[in-house]
């Protein structure tokens, strides 16, 4: 059997996970339609409810990863020839765009620049004059470290007219999210972040008003696997066979959003800020700095500056080969000016913030 | 901690997996740009090849369940407006022409009775007068019984000039499939039949002549998530980022194909005709048959005719209950007239042939 190295996760994610995620894998499997996983389905949709602060009824994990949400969402909401802002400001937005683009999407780029939000002000510029279906952000930019307020865009869209689409991939879990107060239509995520579940499902929900305007498409979905009507009606009351469900994944999810709820939101989200706060303590120490937006960066995802003189690539490695501890590097405009630490979920402990300190200071001695 | 009920699953899918498989799932986790990880998949890929029985260089699971694989084959080979002919015998025929509509294309169907195989002189007639770029066939027909012999359809396929894309869900690793001998040109497969993995990865592959097919595309591949120009970086030697590959699921598909190879797939495929042959001399014994075409009878997954007078689901409601066996039901024009009885990869024994027998005597009696 493979057996992988241990290593501490803090780099865009995976992130580590509890022991009893793992083990909430090993058990046997049941069939994808038996009532027992069908019981265990509601609560994996009641348990997400909670975590994404919603009431939405069309709440679940897609069979897919991070990305696959994304999709799940655009292919499900746009149909050709649809208006749809988005807002770059880092590689997910940038995603974004090509995600729409493929779905026939007429996009309008609000952009910022890598390390900044979002202004709200940029979006209401771009919706003058214009009456877009859909207005989609990052929340937590992983690429940049960025975290763009919802709250604000959200009452800008809606007063166009527009859904708002929003990425939580790496804030659920670990900062606040709360989708049925910031009226957010259509949102996604990923399990391998601040849920600390391993990568593999993409928990997504829809707002009536996104359902609503789903229902009344035109044209077809255009994928199969991601159409939301096809899988309402297997996560649904109906139960129709759809696609068989990842049951180990589920088992997976089921265990790691138990952990999220038992330890409480707000508990763990003060968790995160606390982590946060001890390492930007400690790279000042060490003349390091943040480099994402002062007052808007990720506590779960910190873009640390490179000193000059130092390799990037080189530390990553030796952070790797010597202390088995994974960071990220940084992507496009930001490769190698940036190292990505993340401390997401079970990871954002002090513990883990002084043995990262100490091993990044003994690399840059 | 969720704890399912002990099943046997004998189920068209998932099957119960070995337990060295579940085990693999309890690792901990490691990047997915980990060398470590890097090093792994390159096994996966070889293990996968020897399995599909090809060399393919584009050869690996696709992050998503069968289906996915489905439409991975899809939506990289299809542009809108491309003539496609497909076998439609059985639910998953129906499914393939839902994709490829999806994707644009001008579906021709080639259609026979449930139960019966795609007879290869019905390809060729479709093809008189034609030249559609790509012929679907479904191998084992999930939905019905029936093993759709692949090589005659092939050489007809390409002899019309067009691309030849296999269904083998639930025929690879449980019956003869060889992909470079019988000259496929796209396949995906499942992991939660035959190979004894859980469900959440697709087996692809894809031939050099369909990689140049897709190279030459006029139009963007509909998904960002399955474009096999991304996923070629990734899981090729560039090891570009492209979404987060499911760590965990890799894991499981590794140990599950080591074990494929370890018992060799001679072997393992004489052992699902060996548990094939024992349930069909048992069934007479029940005076029941197998309703799909005699001498195309899939080993693995079994359509077991409803004797007359029997409550089909309350009989398998039973078996769940009484016996913690689970069988499936029958679809469409089958629904209530058959039991799907699968004896898939880890389940393909004298043992669970004898069990269930006995446990379906008693729910006759």
Known sequence: MYSPPERLLLGPGPSNVAPSVLQA???????????????????????????????????????????????????????PGDEVVIGVNGVFGM?????????????????????????????EASLKNRRPKLVAVVHAETSTGALTPVEEISRITHEAGALLLLDTVTSLGGCPVSIAEWQV???????????????????????????????????????????????ANYWG???????TAPISMNYAIHEALRLVIDEGLETRWARHQQAYEKLKDGLAN?????????????????????????????????LLNEFGIEVGPGLGPLKGKIWRVGLMGHNATDANVEHFLEALSKCLA
């Open 25 to 79: 894998m090993n058990s046997p499997l049941i069939g994808h339609l038996d009532p027992e996983f069908i019981k265990m389905m509601e609560e994996i949709k009641s348990m997400l409810r909670l975590v994404f602060r919603t009431e939405n009824e069309m709440t679940f994990p897609v069979s897919g990863t991070g990305s696959a949400g994304m999709e799940t969402c655009f292919v499900n909401l746009v149909e």
């Open 95 to 123: 995603r974004m765009c090509d995600v729409a683009e493929r779905c026939g999407a007429n996009v309008i780029k609000v952009e910022a620049e890598w390390g900044n939000i979002i202004e709200p002000a940029a979006i």
């Open 185 to 231: 239509d259509a949102v996604y995520s990923g399990t391998q972040k601040c849920l600390s579940c391993p990568p593999g499902l993409a928990p997504v929900s829809f707002s009536p008003r996104a359902m609503e305007v789903i229902s009344n498409r035109n044209s077809k979905v255009q994928s199969w696997y991601l159409d939301i009507n096809f899988l």
């Open 237 to 243: 009351s109906e139960r129709v066979y759809h696609h």
């Open 286 to 318: 060490l003349g390091l700095t943040i480099t994402s937006q002062e007052g808007h960066q990720i506590w779960q995802l910190n873009a640390i500056s490179v000193p000059t003189g130092a390799n990037e690539a080189k530390i990553r490695t030796q």
